[in-house]
Structures are given as C-alpha cells and as structure tokens.
C-alpha cells in the first residue's frame, strides 16, 4: 500500500543523547516537511524539503537536523541542543506545487528522561 | 511564522448536534485544507477547497472557501462519537514557499 511510514511509534531516549526518527514514503513525492506537536498545541514546522540533497529550515529547526539523501527518505535527528525534545514527531509529504495536500505518517512519540 | 487562527478552541457537544468552526488569515489564501487528527495517530485530509466561494461535502462533513479568500468554515452535521479529536485548517502561506502552515487546532468532544 502506499503511504507514509514512520518509526518507531513510541521511542524513550536519555537526556543528552542524539537519536534519528525515520520517514519513508512511496508516494513518490517531491516534498517531504517534518512537524513537532506539543501537547493541546498545533503543528510547528522543523525542517522541509522540496527536492532530494536540498532542505530548509522551519519555524523550530534550532536542536534539529535532517538529511534528504534520497527522494524516499527523509530522517530527523534530535541532537543534544534541543533543549525539550519531549513531544510527537509528524512526517508529511506532498506533491511540488502551492496548496498541494500533504500526506501525514502515523507520528512517532518521543520522551526524554 | 504566520499563523492561521482556528476558533473555537474547543468544543464540548452533545452526540446529534452540528458543529460550525472557522479558520481566518490575515493573508489570502489560494487553498484551504482541513484535516482531522484522532488521539496519538497523524492528521487525516477531510476537505480540500481551491475556488473562493467553494462549498465541498464529505459525507457529513461540510467546507466553505470563504468569499474574501481570508477565512474558511467547517461544519458537522449530527455529530457522532467518533467525530471526536482534533480539527486542524491549513493552508500555503502567501510567500509561496512550497510549505504549508497550520491553525492551532479545535479540539471537539462528543457526549453520547
């Protein structure tokens, strides 16, 4: 089936650890965005990328890095200077052109303790 | 970042009953977009609205691409249990820089 996959769904890390969400997609997208959502908050973007080895940053991309080796994939680390990593992790992709929908994974939860 | 503003915040409802919410923007937007999200999974595309003026039904689901391109409505008719999570509008900001942004969100609750 296509779609979005992101794993793991549930992840627990230590406080000053770095640690990789994966997003695959098979949709064939162009654009692929990653989203952080806080507890009875909205969607912050973090990072998006609109072509294979091109991205850029969002409106929270401080403490995040990502890499867009190939057109399927589209990793996030969440490096030791995030200083609140505890929150739901969403991948997206898209279609290349203004307004298109974006596509959601299923999330991956990410506690730090 | 812009932001789009989503109200109410929450809504806490008797199951049979319609729900109205709306998203505004201080910019005109070309499309609007809303999405449902259920507790711990991703956001689900409901209704997509190119055209101002628009007016496009899903099942019981009903969007409105408001006339001044500034705002967009959301209503559910004879609302269910499983109406229940949260509702997200969405939209590419006026820039066009190939991204979306999203309201912050109307949290809706159903009482059987």
């Known amino acids: 089936d296509g779609g979005i996959t992101q794993s793991p769904k549930y992840l627990f890390r230590k406080e000053g650890q770095n640690v990789t969400l994966s997003c695959e997609q098979n949709l064939n997208h162009d654009a692929m965005y990653w989203y952080r959502q806080d507890p009875g908050q909205g969607l912050r973007l973090i990072y998006y990328s609109q072509i294979v080895n091109d991205f850029q940053k969002g409106d929270i991309a401080e403490g995040y890095s990502v890499s867009r080796e190939k057109k399927e994939s589209f990793p996030l680390t969440v490096t030791s200077a995030q200083k609140n990593p505890t929150a739901f992790y969403l991948c997206?992709?898209?279609?290349?052109?203004?307004?298109?929908?974006?596509?959601f994974g299923q999330g991956t939860r990410l506690t730090v303790v | 970042g812009q932001q789009l503003n989503q109200s109410p915040q929450s809504m806490f409802i008797q199951e049979g009953e319609d729900v109205s919410m709306n998203c505004t923007s201080s910019s005109i937007f070309n499309t609007w977009l809303w999405y449902k999200q259920d507790p711990g999974e991703g956001p689900v595309l409901l209704i997509a609205?190119?055209?101002?003026?628009e007016l496009t039904s899903n099942g019981r689901l009903t969007a409105q691409f408001g006339i001044t391109r500034k705002d967009s409505f959301l209503n559910i008719s004879a609302s269910i249990p499983s109406d229940v999570g949260i509702y997200f509008c969405a939209g590419p900001p006026p820039s066009n820089t190939g991204k979306l942004i999203f309201g912050q969100g109307t949290t809706l609750q159903v009482k059987p």
């Open positions: 997206a992709s898209s279609i290349l052109y203004r307004g298109a929908e974006a596509f």
């Open positions: 609205l190119y055209k101002a003026g």
